[in-house]
């Protein structure tokens, strides 16, 4: 992912519409890029800072943001774990219907 990406995908991120290699590349950029780091704290100060101000509550948005960035990916890698674990539930289901298969018809 390169920067113009980055940025185009900064609002689907607060979003939560990245997901999977999109949302890796996006972090992974983010985590290399001071830039691009950078434009994503000033979005998310300006949409969730001026919220936040309108309703008097406190904020620590750096921390936030982290938070953010870390919850995606710690979401995204229990994706992942799922999807395999589902292969592998699928591979065992497929080798003990063969073994029956076997022991009954031979």
């Not at 972090?27 to 691009?36: A, R, S, T, Y």
Request: charged share 35%.
């Amino acid at each position: 992912m390169d920067c113009k990406d980055a940025k185009r995908a900064i609002p689907h991120f607060f979003a939560d519409e990245l997901e999977g290699k999109q949302l890796k590349e996006f972090v992974w950029h983010l985590n290399k890029c001071q830039d691009c780091m950078e434009e994503t704290t000033i979005q998310y100060l300006a949409t969730e800072g001026i919220l936040r101000l309108e309703e008097g509550k406190t904020f620590e948005l750096d921390r936030e943001l982290q938070e953010k960035l870390e919850s995606a990916m710690r979401r995204e890698r229990f994706r992942k774990r799922f999807r395999y674990t589902l292969v592998a539930i699928e591979i065992l289901s497929l080798f003990i219907i063969v073994c029956v298969f076997i022991y009954v018809f031979l």
